[in-house]
C-alpha cells in the first residue's frame, strides 16, 4: 500500500457530521518505560481476544501458487482459535479453500475472499469457488478482490461485474464487499454503491505515521471510509505493524512499538465496537519481496509459528 495522503482526511474533518457524533473517546493507552509491563499488558489483551485475524497461509520455501495441504491449515487455524472469533482469508483456491471448512467446524467465522488479478481465467476459477463455498455455508462475509483498484489489475467496470456476479450467485443473507485502501472508496462512489459492506485496509505504518500518533492516523482513515461509505457497515480488514525490517519515513518497526500498536488497535476495537481483523497471524518470508525486508515481520507469531511478544 502507497502513501496517498492526498485523500487523507483527519479527525477533525468528521467532528462536526451528524452521524458521527463526538466519534470516539478511546485516544490510546499511556504505556510506562518498562518492557516487562509492555509484555505483560499485550500478554493480557491477546488473552481477552480480537474480533478477527488475517490468515497467514505460507511457510518458509512456500508462496501463492503452491498448493497448501489441508494439515497446515488445520495446525495454523487451531493455534489461532483461542484468540479470535473471525478469520480472514485471501483466496478461495490452492488450499486456502480449506480455511473457511476448517474455521467453521473450530467454530470460527469467516470472511472469505476471492483473489482477483489481471488473468481473467484465474479470476472465474477463484470467482466460482467463492460462490460455491458460499452455497455450502461456509462463508459469513464474501470479499470480491483485494486491493485490485490500488494495483490497478482490473478496470472499475470489470471489477463491478465480479461483484454483481458473486451477489447474484449466493445467498442474499451473505453480505458481499470489495476489500482495498480506506481513500479508494471516497474517490470509487460506483464501488462503494455496489458492495453490502465495506471493507477497508487502514496502515498508518505505510503512510510514515511515527507510533506515538499511529492509533490517531488509523481512525482518521476508518472515519473516512464511513463518511463514503454512507451508513453501510464498515470493516477494518487489515492493520498491523511489523516488528523489524527497515523504517518508512517516521514509522519504525520494532517488537515494542508491535505491541503498542496491537494494544491499542484491541482496546478501541472493543471501545468503540469497530470490527478490526489484525495483520497478520503469522510471519511470512515470501513477502520480502514484494515490501522489503519489512514484508516477513508482520505477525503475532513468528514463522515457526511461536508467540514473538514474550520475552
Known amino acids: 500500500m502507497s502513501n496517498r495522503t492526498t485523500y487523507n482526511f483527519h479527525l477533525s474533518d468528521f467532528k462536526n457530521e451528524e452521524n458521527f ?94 483473489w482477483l488479478g489481471d488473468d481473467a481465467k484465474k479470476n472465474n476459477k477463484e470467482i466460482k469457488a467463492l460462490i460455491e463455498l458460499a452455497n455450502e455455508g461456509f462463508v459469513d462475509i464474501a470479499a470480491v478482490g483485494n486491493e485490485v483498484m490500488y494495483r490497478k489489475d482490473l478496470s472499475e467496470h470489470e471489477l463491478l461485474e465480479y461483484i454483481a456476479n458473486v451477489k447474484n450467485d449466493i445467498p442474499s443473507h451473505i453480505p458481499v464487499g470489495y476489500v482495498d485502501a480506506y481513500y479508494e472508496f471516497t474517490i470509487k462512489p460506483r464501488i462503494t454503491e455496489a458492495c453490502d459492506v465495506i471493507l477497508t485496509n487502514c496502515y498508518p505504518y505505510w503512510e510514515g505515521s511515527n507510533q506515538d500518533h499511529a492509533l490517531a492516523h488509523m481512525k482518521s482513515m476508518y472515519y473516512q471510509a464511513k463518511s463514503a461509505a454512507q451508513g453501510k457497515k464498515v470493516i477494518i480488514t487489515e492493520t498491523g505493524w511489523p516488528s523489524q525490517g527497515e523504517s518508512f519515513k517516521d514509522s519504525h518497526p520494532s517488537k515494542e512499538n508491535a505491541m503498542k500498536y496491537f494494544i491499542n488497535t484491541q482496546l478501541w476495537s472493543k471501545a468503540s465496537n469497530i470490527d478490526i481483523f489484525y495483520f497478520s497471524s503469522f510471519d511470512e518470508l515470501w513477502k520480502v519481496g514484494a515490501e522489503g525486508e519489512v514484508g516477513a515481520y508482520w505477525g503475532i507469531w513468528d514463522k515457526n509459528e511461536k508467540l514473538k511478544y514474550n520475552d
Open 21 to 114: 457524533g463526538i466519534l470516539d473517546s478511546f485516544e490510546g493507552f499511556h504505556f510506562s518505560n518498562s518492557k516487562s509491563d509492555l509484555i505483560d499488558l499485550f500478554a493480557n489483551t491477546l488473552a481477552q481476544g480480537m474480533h478477527g485475524l488475517c490468515f497467514s497461509l505460507y511457510e518458509d520455501g512456500q508462496q501463492p501458487g503452491d498448493t497448501i495441504s489441508e494439515e497446515q491449515v488445520r495446525r495454523r487455524l487451531e493455534i489461532m482459535a483461542p484468540y479470535t472469533k473471525w478469520v480472514r482469508s485471501f483466496s478461495c483456491t490452492e488450499g486456502n479453500e480449506f480455511i473457511p471448512k476448517i474455521a467453521r467446524e473450530l467454530g470460527i467465522k469467516t470472511l472469505v475472499g476471492a
